[in-house]
């Protein structure tokens, strides 16, 4: 296109008077320069690798959109139409948690308070407690385990009894608040309803417990029936399931697929889809609906286990975009609950792709009343002041779980080599999990050249499936990014196109690969 718009600039300069001619020679050959120039330029940057993946008919149609830059040089490699903006799914949280690093350090804590007003007299407290939450998203998180087991771990809440014990509380005359003014809401307004209500799904609020999700347990009979609702995995009674479930038979090659749906802060939640039949205990993943008044209401049960009365049911207080600030607390303090620090937690919520992390990352950056919209502004000022072009960068919150959220090839990798050069570098890099080895991406190029030497984020929806990272190869740093949005095909055939490519990009030489 640009070179037939510079043929129409020149040529008509041959129909003017002779004395131009000399002047339209010139620029009829500075003209082919520029459009060899372009030509050679796209050529080195769109390998023969990349023309074969988009010749497939499964690439037809889609969007897809390549970017290789050397970390140390800070030259493009490879690039193709890395300007695109696409929809990135969890890749977004490469740029998350390297904002949170930059601006919060790595040694930062979240914290949650325990505390008290009113006044005690003998062993009664004539008042209430309070939790007082920061949007910590790791209480009671089972990442923080050394073995995942099947019981949520409650092991914090007696610490907090033992601090109410000590105070000389035996008797509360008011009841247990959970305090979540430092946030608003707890969901994006542009998360799809399908995902809102599923685990994955789950609200980032300003207390938030057990990842904000539960287990609920099934037993299926035989196909076509209604499975049985057994239980939950945290207790949770308060919950409507209204059950459509369907099962089916599995051995004819038949996959379920089953959904919790339901809003926010409402305890009615939509069962659909199908699962599988002849199963005793059959899980299906949601999220808590209310997760500071479910903590609020845990903790009130657990101090009456202690035979510590509270006179009242549990409470919330909330907040909302409309508050500018919120009013010192004038309580006692008896125990602050700290979360580890940042370091910690990028490297779960990369490795593992933890939207509940990620969301939570970005909400803190704002100030209180903490949101997804103050913590875009805060982000986009960060990168803004770091030199990096914001403009393809489409953010509705920090996980990427929104559809609306969009960023370029190029950026991605213009963050990633800036993280590479900062004090920050080791500890990001080392959050992004290994190629064949972890999490997300743990069978993602496994028992091929690049296995354990290639850091990667990946991110996939419906129709979208992208990768961002690290590639150590040939004692060098390569910062890369793989985006394409819109195909039709299994997701497995694009994953393994994304390989072969990748693979191709960087194939194997006898010279030693620098593993991280």
């Known amino acids: 296109m640009l070179s037939k718009n510079l043929s129409i600039t020149y040529l008509p300069l041959f129909k003017m008077n002779l004395k131009y ?38 690439m037809q149609g889609v969007s897809f959109a390549l970017a290789v830059r050397d970390v140390d040089t800070d030259t493009f490699l490879y690039a193709f139409d890395e300007k695109r903006r ?97 946030q608003d809401r707890g969901v994006s307004p542009k998360w799809l309803l399908e ?79 199908t699962v599988p039949c002849r199963r005793m205990d059959y899980p299906l993943h949601g999220d808590i609906p209310d997760p500071p008044l479910f903590l609020a209401g ?57 939207n509940l992390y990620a969301d939570a990352l970005l909400k803190v950056l704002g100030k209180p009343p903490g949101s997804y919209e103050r913590g875009i502004e805060v982000l986009t000022d960060c990168w803004t002041k770091r030199g990096l072009d914001v403009i393809p960068l489409v953010m509705y919150d920090g996980s990427g779980l929104a559809t609306a959220d969009k960023l370029s090839a190029q950026f991605v990798v213009s963050l990633l080599v800036y993280m590479a050069h900062s004090e920050n570098a080791e500890i990001y890099l080392n959050s992004f999990p290994l190629a064949g080895k972890e999490g997300t991406v743990k069978n993602f190029l496994k028992g091929t050249h690049l296995e354990g030497i290639v850091r990667l984020k990946s991110g996939s929806m419906m129709a979208v499936r992208c990768y961002a990272g690290y590639v150590f190869y040939e004692e060098r740093r390569y910062a890369l990014a793989l985006l394409v949005n819109n195909y039709t095909c299994p997701s497995a055939t694009i994953i393994r196109a994304f390989e072969q490519l990748i693979l191709e990009l960087f194939p194997a030489t006898n010279k030693q690969f620098v593993k991280h």
């Not at 339209?24 to 023309?51: E, F, R, Y």
């Not at 209204?242 to 409402?266: R, W």
């Open 21 to 58: 001619k000399a002047l339209a020679d010139v620029v009829k050959v500075v003209g082919l320069l520029i459009c060899l120039l372009i030509v050679v330029t796209a050529n080195g940057q769109s390998p023969d690798a990349v023309k074969r993946l988009l010749q497939e008919d499964f």
């Open 86 to 182: 696409l929809t990135p799914a969890s890749v977004m949280k490469t740029v998350t948690t390297a904002t949170a690093l930059e601006l919060l350090g790595p040694d930062f804590c979240f914290s949650t308070v325990i505390s008290y007003k009113g006044i005690i007299r003998n062993d009664t407290l004539f008042g209430d407690l309070y939790i007082t939450g920061g949007g910590d998203p790791t209480i009671g998180s089972q990442y923080l385990l050394t073995e995942k087991k099947k019981i949520p771990q409650t092991d914090f809440i007696e610490e907090w009894i033992v601090a109410v014990r000590t105070e000389g509380i035996r008797t509360i005359t008011g009841s247990v608040l959970a305090d979540e003014r430092g």
């Open 195 to 273: 995902d809102v209500g599923n685990y994955y799904g789950a609200g980032c609020y300003g207390l938030n417990v057990f990842d904000n999700a539960y287990t609920l347990y099934l037993e299926t009979g035989e196909a076509g029936e209604h499975p049985t609702l057994k239980y939950c995995l945290p207790e949770l009674s308060s919950i409507c399931f209204h059950n459509a479930l369907q099962t089916i038979a599995t051995d004819d090659g038949n996959t379920p697929v089953a959904y919790i749906t339901g809003l926010p802060l409402s305890n009615e939640r939509y069962l659909s889809g």
């Open 298 to 354: 845990l903790f009130t049960e657990r101090l009456c286990d202690a035979g510590i009365d509270v006179a009242l049911t549990a409470g919330c207080l909330r907040s909302s975009l409309a508050d500018t600030a919120i009013p010192p607390f004038s309580g006692r303090a008896l125990f602050t609950v700290t979360s580890p620090p940042l370091g910690r937690i990028i490297r779960i919520t990369n490795e593992y792709s933890h």
